[in-house]
């Protein structure tokens, strides 16, 4: 029932896709060469896909490695983290990035492989599907790319730290603006295994909600949705610390609550 349903989505899309985006080829064009190429074509357009896997891995992997590095420059040592990027998270804007300059690898591979047939595959393909895909891919792969370099950029600014003042900055995920608050103005530091959505959806997130005495709420159901095991063991040792310096002890709820 769900690949019916799948299929039947795909086919809708397209249908939309050959109403809005219809192709029309050059009047120019090799149509007897097309034909005869026409088995080749199709086994190229088959192969695409793992070419597609191959080529996001590749750009998310250089996006992890170039963010993990980043990170000496972007967090100085001088601060206790309680929350900072984990590796992890660096796949996420590395994903984004993936797919909205997948055109660039995949442009490359194709023309390396046909040479002076590219352009003929190219009109096979939207010949076949009835819709010109360079069209339409153009404008989603401007809104993913610009969404990739965003969060890539938040990230270098995601943090909860505290200097040798007993500061505490803390700058959430997408936010630009660094809240400074003193250790002594913690009110409350909770712990719970979920984590409840505000259409009321319980998640098994577990995070920490630190309240501050202005009525503020620190959550780190964001870091946790990126950590791994070591990372939220990390995590609980930080807020255990906190919790032993300034003498506040965690409390531990079984049931999650909207903040």
């Avoid at 803390?170 to 909770?190: A, C, G, Q, R, V």
Wanted: charge should be neutral; glycine fraction near 4%.
């Amino acid at each position: 029932m769900n690949i019916l349903f799948y299929f039947s989505g795909v086919s809708i899309v397209f249908l939309i896709f050959q109403l809005i985006f219809p192709y029309k080829p050059p009047t120019d064009s090799d149509f007897n060469n097309i034909r005869e190429n026409s088995n080749r074509y199709n086994k190229l357009e088959a192969w695409a896909i793992l070419w597609i896997f191959l080529s996001v891995g590749f750009i998310s992997f250089c996006v992890f490695l170039f963010g993990s590095q980043l990170r000496e420059f972007f967090f100085p040592l001088e601060y206790d983290y309680i929350i900072e990027p984990t590796n992890s998270f660096w796949f996420f804007p590395g994903f984004l990035l993936g797919f909205g300059l997948i055109r660039i690898p995949m442009t490359f591979v194709y023309k390396l492989i046909l040479k002076n047939e590219y352009e003929l595959y190219i009109q096979f393909t939207n010949m076949k599907h009835g819709f010109d895909g360079e069209k339409i891919w153009k404008p989603i792969e401007k809104v993913i790319t610009f969404a990739g370099i965003i969060i890539f950029i938040l990230g270098l600014n995601w943090f909860v730290r505290i200097d040798k003042n007993n500061r505490i900055e803390i700058n959430e995920l997408f936010s630009i603006n660094t809240k400074t608050y003193n250790i002594t103005d913690i009110l409350s530091i909770n712990h719970y295994d979920k984590y409840l959505t505000k259409k009321g959806i319980e998640k098994n997130i577990e995070h920490f909600v630190i309240e501050m005495k202005d009525n503020y709420f620190l959550t780190t159901q964001e870091y946790s949705f990126f950590a791994i095991s070591s990372d939220m063991l990390r995590l609980n040792k930080k807020i255990a610390k906190l919790s032993n310096d300034i003498g506040i002890e965690i409390k531990k709820h079984d049931s999650p609550i909207e903040f």
